[in-house]
């Protein structure tokens, strides 16, 4: 159910930007327009893209020296409420007011953070995602999902506020690991399955895709993604079928935090992926050659399983705190072909764990 207006619905389309390196000039002359003279414009990095992205942004960008810095500690740990007032003590001391712009420089964590802190300090302001992991540039900066980790689950705290814009420079992935490269790929990889068989064959029939994607890839996956939460904001409906694979990887992710064992999103929704593959094929969703043909890519360019022997159960009633679900029925997306997806199934528990249990 919506309970807004069409104006609100309106301000919940994302507006999304493709810069190349050169084109920052005319993003310059907008932000420009939004705040005379900079001292409203607040930039949020963690400690590795202040570091490496900031200099790349002034150079592309020089007025963006001004913006006054935010540092947080990297790292999924860190995506917490204790950030947040670490973030909203900084904006208070340095005088950000209503019409202040929170700009989050980072990957999903400083998108996820920087976006939930900006919604609800002094019941909101604007923020604008500069996504520098490729995750970020595909996924996470786009929808207006915001949110934090609470009480070692994913993002139980957060809101739906998009960015006012989010611009995509492929140029800041040149100094991301190569490691993570395969994180964004996980998330293009769903989005293509759920939505897009074409783009799927793009994908598969790539010899190389770990490495940096080409520009265009950036580009479709982010507009695909934009597309759906534009018609489903809130994600009443169809807007459920991204999250294809999350549901048990969402719940591998909130065991690895519990332990204290690193675990990064895409290698937690690729397994997610792998699983949920299975799922649609035990349960008659899909037909066993397109799992085959969906475990087979996966388990090449994600190989491994993160499914910790004994610890199904746990896993379950992780799953049991999925956002998605209805009262306790653990209900999934799942793929019936590549392309086409259908949400809100509910499986038994006795179901999930025996295929967690491989049986
Ligand atoms: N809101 C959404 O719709 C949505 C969707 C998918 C994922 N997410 C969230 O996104 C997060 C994962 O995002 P992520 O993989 O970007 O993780 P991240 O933000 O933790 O970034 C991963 C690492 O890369 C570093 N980094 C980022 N950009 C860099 C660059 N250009 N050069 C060098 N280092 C760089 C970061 O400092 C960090 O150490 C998770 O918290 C997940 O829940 C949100």
Redesign the pocket.
């Known amino acids: 159910m919506n309970y807004f207006c069409k104006d609100h619905d309106r301000a919940m389309k994302e507006r999304i930007q493709f810069i190349g390196r050169g084109s920052w000039s005319r993003t310059g002359a907008w932000l420009g327009g939004l705040d005379k003279g900079s001292q409203n414009i607040f930039l949020l990095a ?1 400690e ?2 202040a570091r ?2 900031r200099p790349l942004f002034i150079n592309m960008l020089p007025m963006a020296e001004a913006f006054r810095l935010i540092t947080i500690s ?3 740990q860190h ?1 917490t409420l204790e950030t947040c007032r670490q973030v909203w003590s900084e904006l208070e001391a340095q005088g950000a007011g209503r019409d202040s712009i929170l700009i989050n420089l ?7 953070l920087g976006g939930f802190a900006a919604s609800v300090y002094k019941r909101g302001i604007r923020h604008i995602h500069i996504p ?2 490729l ?2 540039q595909v ?2 900066a786009i ?1 207006g ?3 934090v980790n609470h009480l070692g689950l ?2 139980q705290i957060g809101s739906f506020r998009p960015a006012i814009r989010t611009l995509i420079e492929p140029a ?2 040149n ?3 190569a490691s ?1 490269l395969r ?1 964004g790929l996980a ?1 293009m990889v769903k989005t293509a399955l759920v939505c897009n068989k074409s783009f799927w064959e793009e994908i598969r029939g790539s010899l190389n895709p770990c490495e940096k994607p080409p520009d265009s890839w950036i580009r479709t996956a982010a507009l695909l993604k934009k597309n759906i939460c534009d018609e489903d904001p809130y994600e009443n409906g169809r807007r459920k079928i991204l999250n294809f694979g999350h549901t048990v990887g969402h719940a591998i992710e909130s065991y690895y935090l519990s332990v204290n064992k690193a675990v ?3 290698e937690a929704v690729a397994c997610g992926m792998k699983y949920e593959s299975l799922l649609a094929v035990r349960l008659g969703i899909m037909n066993e050659a397109d799992g085959q043909q969906i475990t087979d890519f996966l388990d090449r360019h994600f190989p491994g399983d993160l499914i910790p022997a004994g610890q199904e159960e746990a896993l379950c009633s992780l799953m049991r705190h999925d956002k998605k679900n209805l009262g306790t029925q653990i209900r999934f997306a799942l793929c019936e072909k590549p392309g086409r997806t259908v949400f809100d199934v509910p499986v038994p528990e006795t179901e999930i764990l025996s295929l967690l249990r491989k049986l």
Do not use: I, R, W, Y
């Open positions: 963690d590795n893209t490496l992205c990297a790292g999924e995506k980072g990957g999903g964590m400083v998108c996820d520098t992991s995750l970020a996924d996470a929808g999902k915001t949110g994913k993002n800041f992935l100094t991301l690991p993570h994180e998330e990064t999103h895409g």
